[in-house]
């Protein structure tokens, strides 16, 4: 499946804004689709209900946790390479194992396995004016309502130029792109965007929404949607 999206994005996706930072609004942990519809980009950024999750010491488990740790991953990375897509419903079952709990440890399995090096992961939220800030673990709290999300900062074996990975779990409303919100805020700050909707339930189709569509398409060079999409 990557090379069809490979193949699509060289003929027609133009190359002068492949530079751009990239949003994809409802995501969940799908970074194959953003990554390869944009190669380049030197910000990604994700919005989905999942837990973002952290990756906690593997020497710390036991062997038979470890077991258990990597089936459940293995299963999360199935449902995807099989069917290009994550359920909600078994994303939320299968992210909240103790182990490598959340989308964080899939995304930094999708980053190696692409070949990227990984620097720095980290636990943020976003401050009442719309900028990221680095948290603690005891400040973390598992609600759409905190702002808080994860930061991965990667590079390439070839260039050693510092990207970054941001997932945000954020429940996405009407008001997500007004500029009194605090995810408004957040938006408002990022420059010109690359955007991605795929496996989006047709919210976007709803009449509440032409307000936040219409401002972050404002802001956007390229769209890449299916018809879950914008309409």
């Known amino acids: 499946y990557i090379q069809y999206v490979t193949d699509w994005s060289k003929e027609y996706l133009p190359e002068a804004n492949k530079g751009n930072p990239a949003l994809y609004p409802l ?11 944009y190669p380049t980009s030197p910000r990604y950024i994700m919005i989905g209900l999942e837990t973002p999750g952290y990756v906690n010491d593997p020497i710390l488990y036991k062997p038979e946790e470890l077991r258990n740790a990597f089936y459940t991953l293995d299963a999360s990375l199935n449902q995807i390479a099989v069917q290009n897509y994550f359920t909600t419903i078994l994303m939320a079952k299968k992210f909240s194992n103790k182990y ?78 007004d500029p009194s919100s605090v995810e408004g805020k957040f938006l408002s700050k990022q420059k010109r965007l690359n955007l991605v909707f795929k496996s ?13 569509i219409n401002t972050i398409v404002a802001k956007s060079d390229m769209v890449v949607e299916d018809d879950s999409g914008i309409p």
Request: net charge negative; aromatic share 12%; glycine share 4%.
């Open 27 to 37: 995501s969940g942990a799908d970074f194959i689709n953003l990554y390869h519809f």
């Open 100 to 177: 490598f709990p959340g989308v964080a440890p899939v995304l930094l399995v999708f980053l190696k396995r692409l070949g990227f090096e990984i620097d720095d992961l980290q636990r943020i939220s976003l401050t009442n004016e719309g900028t990221l800030k680095e948290i603690e673990a005891s400040e973390v709290k598992d609600s759409p309502e905190a702002y808080q999300g994860i930061r991965i900062i990667f590079h390439s074996k070839q260039n050693p130029k510092l990207r970054e990975l941001i997932f945000l779990k954020l429940f996405v409303n009407e008001n997500s792109a």
């Open 200 to 212: 989006a339930i047709y919210l976007m189709h709803l009449e509440k929404y032409q307000s936040f």
